[in-house]
């Protein structure tokens, strides 16, 4: 959600872990922030320069985002290994803060590639800010709980959802209202648009999703809260581990596959387009008492050959049935003469001439 808080939520809860020394790893993902209030590892601004690509690509603001994300996003192997190399030493938390508007990430193909690498890999542990303050309006409590569970189910990864600002607002009423219905559904009756009646029959559908949610509430001002989410991060990543990791390998592991597949199949679609996806005969013609078997191609540094390097033996007829074959040529070509003179000295003897034929028939 858009101002909810995360920006805040980041530089609270990253401090906290810097002052008992647990230091995290913090990424900017927000590349039109103006400024950022945290001791930030990798900012995307340092790599995309948001004005520039608005203008460049002639977007507007959430364009402008999106399209910052994407490029940032091919980059996004580099961050990996980097994690690779520091995770080799530590386990200490990696934390990512995302832009403001949700769709901007959370619907983007930015937003994909980036939560398919890590999940892929690290356990994952989705957070979603909610404005405690902003949310007392049960239909807009429900929009957002709405939210966080799609965003559950499109991410196929465990999530808490923070209920932020709780130095202003006390989280006592929506913790109420997700666990008793009765609460809920009294809550709407003050509000008789079209809008409740859809919230009504939609919250009985997110009991389920409330009965096994890991919320918490907290104040990015007071840090209220802190060791709770930390034991639900806890939690989330041996849930993580018990039941979303074989899902993650088994889907990059398919989709490495599809990719090679792909490169294959382009690979192939390139050479016939370039004229080289027929085969041609090597061999066109075959010497007298040879047959294309007998026809290889010599590797050019072949140790076992005879031969030195630009001077090939000259052929030699010494196998035995080729020398047989060659005498039979010959002998049936000095026949053949004979046998033409005499048709020429005696021309009643009719016969027709061998010597016509291109050429003799092996034996
Ligand atoms: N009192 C109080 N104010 C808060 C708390 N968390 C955030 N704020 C205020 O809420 C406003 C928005 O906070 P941000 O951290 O920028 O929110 P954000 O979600 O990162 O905003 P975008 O990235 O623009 O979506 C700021 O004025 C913060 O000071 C909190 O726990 N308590
Ligand atoms: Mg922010």
Not at 19 to 42: E, F, G
Not at 143 to 161: E, G, Q, T
Not at 174 to 201: C, G, H, K, P
């Amino acid at each position: 959600m858009a101002g909810s808080g995360k920006t805040s939520f980041v530089k609270k809860f990253s401090s906290y872990l810097y002052d008992k020394q647990d230091n995290p790893y913090v990424i900017n993902l927000d590349p039109a922030c103006r400024d950022v209030p945290y001791l930030v590892n990798v900012d995307i601004r340092n790599t995309v320069n948001y004005k520039e690509v608005m203008k460049q690509y002639k977007l507007g603001p959430n364009g402008g985002i999106v399209t910052s994300l994407n490029l940032f996003s091919t980059k996004f192997s580099q961050l990996i290994e980097l994690l690779d190399i520091l995770s080799k030493n530590t386990s200490n938390l990696c934390i990512l803060d995302t832009p403001g508007q949700i769709e901007v990430f959370t619907w983007s193909a930015s937003g994909q590639i980036i939560t398919e690498a890590l999940a892929s890999i690290y356990p994952t542990v989705l957070i979603f800010v909610v404005d405690i303050v902003r949310s007392t309006n049960p239909v807009t409590f429900m929009s957002n709980m709405l939210y966080a569970c799609s965003i559950m189910y499109k991410y196929k990864l465990p999530i808490i959802v923070v209920l932020n600002k709780i130095d202003i607002v006390n989280h006592k009423y929506a913790i109420e209202w997700m666990q008793d219905f009765e609460v809920f559904q009294e809550a709407l009756e003050a509000d008789s648009s079209y809008i409740s009646n859809l919230t009504r029959s939609m919250s009985l559908a997110l009991d389920e999703f409330y009965s096994t949610l890991k919320v918490v509430g907290f104040s990015s001002v007071s840090g209220e809260g802190t060791e709770e989410l930390l034991q639900l991060i806890k939690l989330a990543g041996e849930d993580y581990e018990k039941n979303y990791r074989v899902e993650w390998i088994r889907l990059r592991d398919e989709k490495a596959k599809s990719e090679q597949l792909e490169k294959a199949r382009k690979l192939k679609s390139v050479l016939k387009e370039e004229g080289l996806g027929s085969a041609v005969a090597l061999v066109t013609e075959v010497g007298i008492g040879r047959e294309v078997a007998d026809i290889y191609l010599k590797h050019p540094a072949n140790e076992s050959s005879d031969d030195s390097e630009g001077e090939e033996t000259p052929f030699k007829p010494a196998d035995k049935t080729m020398k047989e074959s060659f005498m039979k040529f010959l002998q049936r070509h000095k026949e053949k003469n004979i046998e033409q003179k005499n048709t020429m000295s005696n021309p009643t003897t009719s016969g027709t001439s061998d010597l016509t034929s291109p050429g003799p028939s092996t034996s």
